[in-house]
Protein backbone atom coordinates (compact mmCIF):
# COMPACT_ATOMS: atom_id res chain seq x y z
CA UNK A 1 0.00 0.00 0.00
CA UNK A 2 1.39 3.61 -0.70
CA UNK A 3 -0.21 6.92 0.22
CA UNK A 4 0.23 10.33 -0.80
CA UNK A 5 -0.62 13.10 1.21
CA UNK A 6 0.40 17.16 0.67
CA UNK A 7 -0.05 19.92 2.87
CA UNK A 8 0.69 23.90 2.45
CA UNK A 9 2.70 26.49 2.92
CA UNK A 10 1.92 29.47 5.11
CA UNK A 11 2.15 33.40 5.46
CA UNK A 12 1.80 35.74 8.40
CA UNK A 13 -0.40 37.92 6.97
CA UNK A 14 0.00 40.07 10.31
CA UNK A 15 0.92 40.33 13.22
CA UNK A 16 4.92 39.08 13.69
CA UNK A 17 7.01 40.00 16.02
CA UNK A 18 4.18 41.53 17.79
CA UNK A 19 2.37 38.43 18.65
CA UNK A 20 5.24 37.34 20.84
CA UNK A 21 3.93 39.98 23.07
CA UNK A 22 0.83 38.91 23.76
CA UNK A 23 -1.02 40.31 20.49
CA UNK A 24 -3.45 38.89 18.14
CA UNK A 25 -1.41 37.92 14.72
CA UNK A 26 -3.46 36.61 10.99
CA UNK A 27 -1.76 33.29 9.12
CA UNK A 28 -3.07 31.73 6.07
CA UNK A 29 -2.41 28.74 4.07
CA UNK A 30 -0.86 29.28 0.83
CA UNK A 31 -1.07 27.06 -2.08
CA UNK A 32 2.42 26.03 -2.21
CA UNK A 33 2.83 22.49 -1.13
CA UNK A 34 4.92 19.70 0.06
CA UNK A 35 3.87 15.99 -1.22
CA UNK A 36 4.92 13.02 1.18
CA UNK A 37 4.80 9.33 -0.43
CA UNK A 38 4.17 7.27 2.19
CA UNK A 39 4.65 2.96 1.94
CA UNK A 40 5.63 0.12 3.82
CA UNK A 41 9.44 -1.43 3.44
CA UNK A 42 10.38 -5.16 5.48
CA UNK A 43 13.21 -3.89 7.09
CA UNK A 44 11.37 -2.55 10.25
CA UNK A 45 12.91 0.64 10.05
CA UNK A 46 12.14 4.47 8.85
CA UNK A 47 13.74 5.61 5.68
CA UNK A 48 13.79 8.97 4.49
CA UNK A 49 14.32 10.41 1.09
CA UNK A 50 13.79 13.31 -0.55
CA UNK A 51 14.15 14.95 -4.17
CA UNK A 52 14.49 18.15 -5.45
CA UNK A 53 14.32 20.14 -1.54
CA UNK A 54 15.01 24.11 -2.04
CA UNK A 55 17.52 25.46 0.50
CA UNK A 56 19.12 28.50 0.15
CA UNK A 57 21.37 28.69 -2.37
CA UNK A 58 20.77 25.02 -4.12
CA UNK A 59 18.53 22.76 -4.70
CA UNK A 60 19.34 19.02 -2.90
CA UNK A 61 18.31 15.37 -3.29
CA UNK A 62 19.51 12.94 -0.56
CA UNK A 63 18.59 9.87 1.65
CA UNK A 64 18.96 9.89 5.31
CA UNK A 65 21.96 7.90 4.95
CA UNK A 66 23.90 10.46 3.30
CA UNK A 67 22.70 13.87 4.54
CA UNK A 68 24.98 13.72 7.46
CA UNK A 69 27.83 13.72 5.44
CA UNK A 70 27.37 16.59 3.85
CA UNK A 71 27.76 19.48 5.77
CA UNK A 72 26.00 22.40 3.17
CA UNK A 73 22.75 20.10 3.10
CA UNK A 74 22.15 21.43 7.23
CA UNK A 75 18.49 23.09 6.54
CA UNK A 76 17.87 20.12 4.70
CA UNK A 77 18.93 17.75 8.04
CA UNK A 78 16.33 19.95 9.45
CA UNK A 79 13.61 18.44 7.44
CA UNK A 80 14.71 14.95 8.11
CA UNK A 81 14.23 15.97 12.03
CA UNK A 82 11.21 16.92 11.50
CA UNK A 83 9.54 13.51 8.89
CA UNK A 84 11.27 11.27 11.57
CA UNK A 85 9.99 12.83 14.93
CA UNK A 86 6.33 12.93 12.89
CA UNK A 87 6.69 9.13 11.67
CA UNK A 88 7.33 7.90 15.49
CA UNK A 89 4.15 9.98 17.13
CA UNK A 90 3.09 8.42 14.41
CA UNK A 91 3.52 4.94 15.19
CA UNK A 92 3.34 5.18 18.70
CA UNK A 93 -0.14 6.47 17.80
CA UNK A 94 -1.21 3.77 16.14
CA UNK A 95 0.40 1.40 18.42
CA UNK A 96 2.59 0.10 15.45
CA UNK A 97 6.04 0.62 16.01
CA UNK A 98 7.53 -2.78 14.67
CA UNK A 99 6.36 -1.47 11.14
CA UNK A 100 9.12 -0.55 8.61
CA UNK A 101 7.90 2.97 7.06
CA UNK A 102 9.82 4.11 3.54
CA UNK A 103 9.09 8.16 3.12
CA UNK A 104 9.48 9.84 -0.37
CA UNK A 105 9.22 13.71 -0.04
CA UNK A 106 9.37 16.63 -2.82
CA UNK A 107 8.34 20.17 -2.31
CA UNK A 108 7.38 23.40 -4.02
CA UNK A 109 8.22 25.16 -0.26
CA UNK A 110 12.09 26.51 -0.23
CA UNK A 111 13.59 25.88 2.96
CA UNK A 112 14.07 28.55 5.73
CA UNK A 113 12.52 31.00 3.77
CA UNK A 114 9.38 31.30 6.54
CA UNK A 115 6.83 29.32 5.15
CA UNK A 116 6.18 26.83 7.38
CA UNK A 117 8.02 24.28 5.06
CA UNK A 118 9.33 22.23 8.20
CA UNK A 119 5.65 22.65 9.72
CA UNK A 120 4.21 21.20 5.98
CA UNK A 121 6.74 18.35 6.01
CA UNK A 122 5.96 17.28 9.60
CA UNK A 123 1.78 17.39 8.64
CA UNK A 124 2.04 16.21 5.43
CA UNK A 125 4.16 12.73 6.72
CA UNK A 126 1.33 12.65 9.39
CA UNK A 127 -1.63 12.41 7.19
CA UNK A 128 0.26 10.47 4.60
CA UNK A 129 1.66 7.53 7.79
CA UNK A 130 -1.43 7.50 9.63
CA UNK A 131 -3.51 6.78 6.36
CA UNK A 132 -0.97 4.28 5.53
CA UNK A 133 -1.10 2.90 9.17
CA UNK A 134 -5.06 2.65 9.23
CA UNK A 135 -5.76 5.77 11.63
CA UNK A 136 -8.49 7.82 11.09
CA UNK A 137 -7.11 11.19 12.11
CA UNK A 138 -9.44 14.44 11.60
CA UNK A 139 -7.06 17.23 10.56
CA UNK A 140 -7.14 18.84 13.79
CA UNK A 141 -5.66 15.69 15.69
CA UNK A 142 -2.98 16.20 12.71
CA UNK A 143 -2.50 19.97 13.54
CA UNK A 144 -2.11 18.91 17.18
CA UNK A 145 0.29 16.04 15.81
CA UNK A 146 2.53 18.28 13.84
CA UNK A 147 2.47 20.85 17.55
CA UNK A 148 3.80 18.10 19.39
CA UNK A 149 6.59 17.65 16.53
CA UNK A 150 7.84 21.37 16.33
CA UNK A 151 7.52 21.04 20.36
CA UNK A 152 10.07 17.92 20.25
CA UNK A 153 12.58 19.38 17.23
CA UNK A 154 12.12 23.16 18.24
CA UNK A 155 11.51 22.88 22.18
CA UNK A 156 8.87 25.73 21.51
CA UNK A 157 6.35 26.28 19.34
CA UNK A 158 3.02 28.91 19.59
CA UNK A 159 1.68 26.07 17.14
CA UNK A 160 0.68 28.87 14.06
CA UNK A 161 2.44 26.51 11.20
CA UNK A 162 0.95 23.11 11.81
CA UNK A 163 -1.90 24.17 12.75
CA UNK A 164 -2.24 26.55 9.54
CA UNK A 165 -1.04 23.73 7.40
CA UNK A 166 -3.64 21.05 8.98
CA UNK A 167 -6.65 23.23 8.71
CA UNK A 168 -5.83 25.53 5.62
CA UNK A 169 -7.94 29.25 5.01
CA UNK A 170 -6.77 31.88 7.43
CA UNK A 171 -6.82 31.48 11.21
CA UNK A 172 -6.76 34.27 13.50
CA UNK A 173 -4.91 33.72 16.53
CA UNK A 174 -4.21 35.33 20.00
CA UNK A 175 -2.59 33.76 23.24
CA UNK A 176 -3.26 30.01 22.15
CA UNK A 177 -6.66 29.74 20.71
CA UNK A 178 -7.11 29.97 16.96
CA UNK A 179 -10.51 31.18 15.39
CA UNK A 180 -10.89 30.17 11.37
CA UNK A 181 -11.82 33.41 9.47
CA UNK A 182 -14.11 33.10 6.53
CA UNK A 183 -12.49 32.57 3.14
CA UNK A 184 -11.60 34.68 0.10
CA UNK A 185 -9.46 34.68 -2.59
CA UNK A 186 -6.31 36.82 -2.46
CA UNK A 187 -3.93 36.98 -5.27
CA UNK A 188 -0.54 37.44 -4.37
CA UNK A 189 3.18 36.71 -5.26
CA UNK A 190 5.66 35.64 -2.65
CA UNK A 191 9.09 36.91 -3.27
CA UNK A 192 12.29 35.62 -1.79
CA UNK A 193 15.67 37.09 -0.86
CA UNK A 194 17.57 33.98 -1.51
CA UNK A 195 18.75 33.80 2.35
CA UNK A 196 17.44 33.26 5.79
CA UNK A 197 17.49 35.29 8.94
CA UNK A 198 17.66 33.66 12.34
CA UNK A 199 14.24 33.90 14.10
CA UNK A 200 15.83 33.60 17.51
CA UNK A 201 17.88 36.50 16.88
CA UNK A 202 15.62 39.00 15.54
CA UNK A 203 13.22 38.07 17.98
CA UNK A 204 16.22 38.82 20.52
CA UNK A 205 17.20 41.94 18.83
CA UNK A 206 13.49 43.18 18.81
CA UNK A 207 13.10 42.40 22.83
CA UNK A 208 16.44 44.04 24.03
CA UNK A 209 14.92 47.14 21.99
CA UNK A 210 11.88 46.69 23.69
CA UNK A 211 13.83 46.36 27.41
CA UNK A 212 16.07 49.39 26.49
CA UNK A 213 13.23 51.85 24.97
CA UNK A 214 9.69 50.34 26.38
CA UNK A 215 7.99 53.98 25.79
CA UNK A 216 8.72 53.83 22.28
CA UNK A 217 8.61 50.02 21.22
CA UNK A 218 5.17 49.57 22.93
CA UNK A 219 2.98 51.73 21.06
CA UNK A 220 4.70 50.21 17.47
CA UNK A 221 3.32 46.65 19.40
CA UNK A 222 0.17 48.15 20.29
CA UNK A 223 -0.63 49.24 16.84
CA UNK A 224 0.30 46.39 14.93
CA UNK A 225 -2.23 44.95 17.45
CA UNK A 226 -4.76 47.19 16.34
CA UNK A 227 -3.76 46.02 12.80
CA UNK A 228 -4.47 42.43 13.08
CA UNK A 229 -7.99 43.54 14.49
CA UNK A 230 -8.91 45.77 11.56
CA UNK A 231 -7.83 42.76 9.36
CA UNK A 232 -9.84 40.85 10.72
CA UNK A 233 -13.00 42.70 10.63
CA UNK A 234 -12.26 43.41 6.77
CA UNK A 235 -11.75 39.62 6.53
CA UNK A 236 -15.39 39.11 8.58
CA UNK A 237 -17.39 42.02 6.43
CA UNK A 238 -19.60 41.54 3.76
CA UNK A 239 -17.83 44.16 1.73
CA UNK A 240 -16.98 43.89 -1.86
CA UNK A 241 -13.73 42.02 -2.59
CA UNK A 242 -12.21 45.20 -4.23
CA UNK A 243 -13.42 47.49 -1.42
CA UNK A 244 -11.32 44.90 1.13
CA UNK A 245 -8.23 44.66 -1.20
CA UNK A 246 -7.59 47.95 -0.63
CA UNK A 247 -8.23 47.91 2.94
CA UNK A 248 -5.72 45.22 3.54
CA UNK A 249 -3.33 46.26 1.20
CA UNK A 250 -3.20 49.76 3.19
CA UNK A 251 -2.64 47.48 6.50
CA UNK A 252 -0.26 45.36 4.46
CA UNK A 253 1.92 48.53 3.98
CA UNK A 254 1.36 50.19 7.57
CA UNK A 255 2.79 47.08 9.21
CA UNK A 256 5.65 46.25 6.93
CA UNK A 257 6.65 50.15 8.50
CA UNK A 258 6.19 49.15 11.40
CA UNK A 259 8.47 46.47 11.27
CA UNK A 260 11.00 47.77 9.29
CA UNK A 261 11.27 50.47 12.37
CA UNK A 262 11.59 47.36 14.51
CA UNK A 263 14.53 46.67 12.62
CA UNK A 264 13.45 43.34 11.41
CA UNK A 265 13.66 44.24 7.22
CA UNK A 266 17.10 44.44 5.25
CA UNK A 267 18.36 46.21 2.13
CA UNK A 268 17.28 42.91 -0.10
CA UNK A 269 13.42 43.19 1.38
CA UNK A 270 13.28 46.48 0.82
CA UNK A 271 13.87 46.67 -2.74
CA UNK A 272 11.82 43.78 -3.10
CA UNK A 273 9.06 45.27 -1.47
CA UNK A 274 9.31 48.85 -3.42
CA UNK A 275 9.74 47.13 -6.67
CA UNK A 276 6.32 45.17 -5.93
CA UNK A 277 4.91 48.02 -4.96
CA UNK A 278 5.91 50.35 -8.17
CA UNK A 279 4.81 47.02 -10.04
CA UNK A 280 1.50 47.92 -8.85
CA UNK A 281 0.77 45.95 -5.96
CA UNK A 282 -1.67 47.24 -3.32
CA UNK A 283 0.03 46.05 -0.26
CA UNK A 284 2.75 44.35 0.53
CA UNK A 285 5.36 43.68 3.41
CA UNK A 286 7.65 41.07 4.93
CA UNK A 287 5.49 37.68 6.27
CA UNK A 288 8.02 36.34 8.89
CA UNK A 289 10.49 37.16 10.90
CA UNK A 290 12.39 39.11 8.87
CA UNK A 291 16.21 39.38 8.31
CA UNK A 292 15.89 37.78 4.93
CA UNK A 293 13.08 35.04 4.00
CA UNK A 294 10.32 36.49 1.80
CA UNK A 295 7.97 39.34 1.53
CA UNK A 296 4.31 38.60 -0.09
CA UNK A 297 2.25 41.19 -2.52
CA UNK A 298 -1.30 41.52 -2.55
CA UNK A 299 -1.25 41.99 -6.35
CA UNK A 300 -5.18 41.74 -8.22
CA UNK A 301 -4.70 41.82 -11.77
CA UNK A 302 -1.29 42.74 -11.17
CA UNK A 303 0.85 39.15 -10.61
CA UNK A 304 2.67 39.15 -13.49
CA UNK A 305 3.90 42.35 -13.55
CA UNK A 306 5.02 41.94 -9.47
CA UNK A 307 6.44 38.42 -10.24
CA UNK A 308 8.80 40.46 -13.13
CA UNK A 309 9.68 43.16 -11.19
CA UNK A 310 10.09 40.66 -7.83
CA UNK A 311 12.82 38.95 -10.12
CA UNK A 312 14.40 42.11 -11.45
CA UNK A 313 14.79 43.20 -7.97
CA UNK A 314 16.92 40.15 -7.79
CA UNK A 315 14.34 38.21 -5.60
CA UNK A 316 12.44 34.87 -6.53
CA UNK A 317 8.92 35.20 -7.03
CA UNK A 318 6.02 32.66 -6.35
CA UNK A 319 2.71 33.37 -7.93
CA UNK A 320 0.24 31.77 -5.84
CA UNK A 321 -3.25 32.21 -3.77
CA UNK A 322 -4.41 31.55 -0.35
CA UNK A 323 -5.22 28.02 -0.26
CA UNK A 324 -8.73 26.72 1.26
CA UNK A 325 -7.71 23.04 2.10
CA UNK A 326 -4.92 21.93 4.39
CA UNK A 327 -3.73 18.78 4.93
CA UNK A 328 -5.25 16.45 1.52
CA UNK A 329 -5.00 13.03 1.25
CA UNK A 330 -3.77 12.89 -2.78
CA UNK A 331 -3.94 9.25 -3.49
CA UNK A 332 -4.22 5.73 -2.09
CA UNK A 333 -2.74 2.76 -4.20
CA UNK A 334 -2.78 -1.01 -3.55
Known sequence: MRVLASAPAKIILFGEHSVVYGKPAIAAAIDLRTYVWAEFNNKGAIKIEAKDIKVPGLTVSFSEDEIYFESDYGKAAEVLSYVRQAIELVRE?????????????????????????????????????????????????????????????????????????A????????????????FMELP??????????STKEL??????????????IDPILVSMGKIVDKARE??????????????????????HGLLDALGVSTKKLSELVYAARTAGALGVKITGAGGGGCM???????????ATAITIAGGTPMITKISDEGLRIEEVLP
Open 234 to 255: VLLSELDDEVRFVQLGRLMNIN
Open 93 to 165: EADKNGNGVTVSITSQIPVGAGLGSSAAVAVATIGAVSRLLGLELSNEEIAKLGHKVELLVQGASSGIDPTVS
Open 203 to 216: VAMVRKTYEEMPEV
Open 296 to 306: YALAPGKQSEV
Open 188 to 197: IVVGYTGSSG
Open 167 to 182: IGGFLHYEKGKFEHLP
